[in-house]
């Protein structure tokens, strides 16, 4: 949050992750602000309870170090993206990184908080929207975006969701199950355990 009111998403956490005291030991204050822009259904747990399961378990401890890992290498890459690609690259590497991280093709997000998790103006967004749309790999509908194709989607992306894809599958490996057999697929990464 910018001392002017903006938010700048950092980093897209979804069914595969969690936001707050991940890997602190006791107390701290852990540095985040979450927002949630996709809905669906997500627990909470108490950071004591949590502390606790974690010091039975040194599995768990360091299933949330490696998790850790893998948030910080999105926000590396995310600092990297902002720095590097335009923003219909942007857009685009936005766009499968919600899919794949919700499991949806249909979000729920408009125009006006797209541009604003990408810190660009809603006018120069809506353009990247229309070529997309023209493209045919996206539709929009109010409040709605819809991929259509992602391969397409993916051909206009920057690299940057499938190196994350990648180490997320790298890190946490064996994690969440693989859909049709295929472990890692980066079309159906972060699958959440049953």
Known sequence: MLSDGRAI??????R????????????????ARAEVQLGGSFFRIDLHHLEEAKLRSLTLRHLFARYADCLMAQVFQSVACSAAHSIEQRTARWLLAATERTGAENLAVTQEQLATMLGVGRSYLSR?????????VIETRRSRLAVNNPVGLRSLACECNAAVTRHFND??????PAENGVAGSPSVPFRKAQ
């Open 128 to 136: 990247v929207i229309r070529d997309l749309r023209q493209r045919g």
């Open 16 to 31: 595969e992750g969690a936001v707050g005291g991940i890997v602190s030991q006791g107390r701290l204050p852990a540095y």
């Open 171 to 176: 890190v946490l490996q064996g994690v969440y």
């Open 9 to 14: 998403e950092t980093a897209l956490i979804g």
